[in-house]
């Protein structure tokens, strides 16, 4: 097994057979070896620099119903939220005077949301801070949509592709496909977006083949950033009782994709972090970058509740995370934190 993981480490690349084979013997020893390998990958390429980006949850109202999803329009017990243009440029003007130069805009998918309001709030964003990236992360829209919003100055663009298994993300995903969904990433793409795609462990259904789907489906696409977290169960969805992710396994997807695509920027996810107190540590050990840090408005931070308990970290704590990713010889990095790869974009606004 140790010299499939040298390949991996030298080569970035392995079959589906080697992947699997991997998946199926890594025992503890083996494992260790793994996220030690990823970590060093992530010291070759960013170096031990941990990005923070701040984190502005501005609508938890969903047209979709994705199974799992605190957010999904036929849960009835959420208290729905929107934030005008004047509280979101409230609360990223708090993140500016902390030092951000990222700031990501989440949320369900929201028709309220048009091009036309948002065009405007990114503008707006984008001529008051002239040296800050946006990122969006508000779901599947048309290619025009997304013209337009990158016209209008967004950087980036997270969409998870959550499984790259057809049948499972058909389960879950109702009216949705996973056609559309890769066509969307490819879309975002070719536009010119830092794209971050990925996908949540431990869905009822998932195999190690389902596992390996989304390793080399992520290698195929090449995205810049790759976001995996734990499914956490959510009792007011079709997904209540079902068992959570496990962090091991989040972790060993972390560092495969790590040595997969030693380029990409990929957070300990707050998901992570809720399954683990020391998720943020053993993600950095593990192979990750990234951390988002909560910008929201406190009154309305609970009610995005894509799951419950969620580990909210505070957009002022940048103190503790310094603190913690010490114990890991990381250090933070208020940058821009732009994918190594990509030319950034020039500030046209
Ligand atoms: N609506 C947008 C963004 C908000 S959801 C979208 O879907 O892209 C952001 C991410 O939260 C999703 O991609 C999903 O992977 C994750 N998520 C949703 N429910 C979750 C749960 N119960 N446990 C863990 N992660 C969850
Ligand atoms: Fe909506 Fe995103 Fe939740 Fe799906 S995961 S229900 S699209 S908020």
Request: glycine share 8%; proline share 3%.
């Amino acid at each position: 097994m140790r010299h499939i993981l040298e390949k991996l480490y030298s080569k970035n690349s392995l079959t589906r057979e080697e992947l699997l084979y991997l998946l199926d013997k890594l025992e503890e020893d083996g494992r260790d070896y793994l996220y030690s390998l990823a970590y060093n990958t992530t010291l070759k390429t960013y170096g031990n620099r941990i990005f923070v980006r701040g984190l502005l949850e501005f609508t938890n109202y969903c047209k979709n119903n994705c199974k799992y999803c605190g957010l999904r329009r036929d849960n009835k017990k959420i208290e729905r939220y929107r934030l005008s243009k004047e509280e979101i440029l409230a609360s990223l003007e708090e993140g500016n005077k902390l030092g951000y130069k990222t700031f990501v805009l989440q949320g369900g998918e929201d028709p309220y949301y048009t091009d036309e309001i948002l065009i405007d709030i990114v503008k707006t964003i984008k001529s008051k801070y002239k040296d800050v990236a946006v990122t969006l992360s508000i779901g599947e829209r048309s290619r025009g949509s997304y013209e337009k919003l990158y016209q209008a100055g967004v950087d980036r663009f997270l969409l998870r592709h959550e499984t790259a298994t057809k049948n499972l993300y058909h389960s879950l995903h109702e009216g949705m496909s996973l056609e559309k969904r890769m066509e969307c990433l490819l879309n975002l793409k070719e536009i010119g977006y830092q794209v971050g795609a990925g996908f949540l462990v431990g869905l009822p259904g998932e195999s190690k083949e389902s596992l390996v789907d989304n390793l080399l489906f992520l290698k195929r696409l090449q995205p810049a950033m790759v976001g995996i977290g734990p499914l956490i169960s959510h009792p007011d969805t079709p997904l209540r009782g079902f068992n959570n992710g496990s962090v091991e396994t989040t972790l060993k997807m972390i560092s495969l994709t790590r040595l997969l695509l030693p380029n990409a920027l990929i957070p300990a996810t707050t998901a992570l972090n809720t399954l683990s107190k020391e998720g943020l540590e053993r993600g950095i050990l593990a192979g990750a970058n990234v951390v988002m840090l909560n910008l929201s408005p406190v009154e309305i931070r609970r009610k995005y509740e894509l799951y419950k308990n969620k580990e909210i970290t505070d957009a002022h704590q940048i103190r503790k995370i310094e603190d913690r990713v010490k114990k890991v010889n990381f250090q933070v990095d208020m940058g821009r934190g732009d994918h190594i790869k990509y030319n950034r974009r020039v500030n046209n606004v």
